[in-house]
């Protein structure tokens, strides 16, 4: 498993390790993850086919939501919400639970990459919101299909760097 930092629960109520919010579904990054990838691809075609407006709308959207899962944590992100309400319920029980601060950073890089294509888009830089959408579905393709979290990392190396502190 990519995503860092799992524990094992015991019960259904695993406590979290001292000082680490409670544990997340593993399943429901990678759930987001393919819902996001098949957008970020649309945004692709879209911007590909000459519908740069269409395109660039959507990433914005897309950026949206980023923001709001780097903000709220990826407990409160949409996608999570429709995967604990319509999905959740019909699989069995996680083995694991993960902390969910390297998702919750994942959440923010998206952003800022998908951001950058917003902006130089809104400034007519020609292939910007493709680009953007590109690399920000490379990343979500790797989490949803091989459960690699690229942000999940970089949030490793900042922490082992020590230019992030754990909480």
Partial sequence: ?????????????AAAPSGAPAGIDPRAPRFSAA?????????VVLSVAGLEVTA???????????LWG???GVKRHPFGVLYRTFVRPRLAPPTELEDPRPPTFAQLVGFIVTIVGVVLGLFG???????AAGFAFIAAFLNAVFDYC????????LVRARLLQRA
């Fill in 150 to 157: 690229l942000g999940c990392q970089i949030y490793l190396l």
């Fill in 35 to 43: 819902i996001t990838a098949v957008l970020l691809l649309t945004v």
């Fill in 56 to 66: 660039w709308a959507l990433l914005t959207a897309l950026s949206a939501i980023f």
């Fill in 125 to 131: 830089v020609e292939y910007a919101v493709a680009i």
């Fill in 1 to 13: 498993m990519s995503h860092p930092e799992s524990v094992e629960p015991d019960v259904a109520t």
């Fill in 70 to 72: 780097a903000v709220a």
